[in-house]
């Protein structure tokens, strides 16, 4: 019962938290992506242009039949279907971590506090703390070895995850300095650079016009992630109180009352 009622209220969240983060993203990040793609496809056709073997040619064969979905509503849609199912796999993140909160602690700071002192550490952990090591990128950009890249943001927002969970549920002094080291630990191992520039492949105007891209697409993707984590404490702290906290109340009664006797 109770794990069923937690999916439909994180459904309910990604609906609204997930529609309103693809508004702002239509009207911040989209425009800059479609601008930096003009550049990108020049850049993508001029192997296919000079290509001197057959292997050239397979590749570049391969690039133009890969299924992309076409612009206008089929990648709108598609978008909107990304931002839902990436909100409703965080919001069942948030009521989980709310939930065990409450279990341990209850409830006496009250909902609305502690949605948002969820929501906070999300956007630390899952976006501004990794986003210092490797910030967004618009297309076109040159970066270094993609697995690499995945592993140190891993790296970078378990460490956050880690010490924000230290602080709140440990209770010893040392928790602090802990904290620290965590939060520490993935700029301590570096994060993986380009060597060279990353927009090395264009000169000029594009150039310039792509290093400006790039500025305004990290600041698109901080407004972005702030509207989506501020909305998701918004919205997960009233529907955890009217639907998920009675039931864990009821759960931690039930556990808590003495076995009967069979005598």
Known sequence: M??????????????AVGSLQWAVQRWQAVPIILAAEAFEVQKATMPAAHAHTPEDAAHAHHHEVDWT????VERSAW???????????LALLVFVAMGAWAWQRGL??????????????????????????LPAE????????????????LVAAGSALSACALVAFGRKPWRWPAA?????????????????????????????????????????????????WLSMGVVAGPVFKRWLAPSLDRSAGTAAQPTGSLA
């Open 2 to 15: 109770l794990f069923r009622r937690l999916v439909w209220c994180a459904l309910l969240v990604a609906v």
């Open 69 to 72: 979905p076409a612009d206008g």
């Open 79 to 89: 978008t909107w279907i990304a931002n839902l199912l990436n909100a409703f796999a």
């Open 108 to 133: 006496s700071a009250g909902t609305w506090q502690l949605a948002a002192a969820v929501a906070a550490i999300g956007w630390l952990s899952l976006h501004l703390w990794p986003s210092l090591g």
């Open 138 to 153: 618009v297309p076109g950009t040159e970066a270094a070895d993609l697995r690499l890249r995945q592993l140190w943001w």
């Open 180 to 228: 620290a080291a965590w939060l520490a630990l993935p700029f301590v191992i570096g994060a993986p650079q380009l060597i060279g520039d990353p927009l090395g492949a264009f000169s000029g105007e594009a150039h310039q016009r792509l290093q400006q891209l790039g500025h305004d697409f990290v600041l698109a993707t901080h407004v972005s992630a702030s509207v989506f």
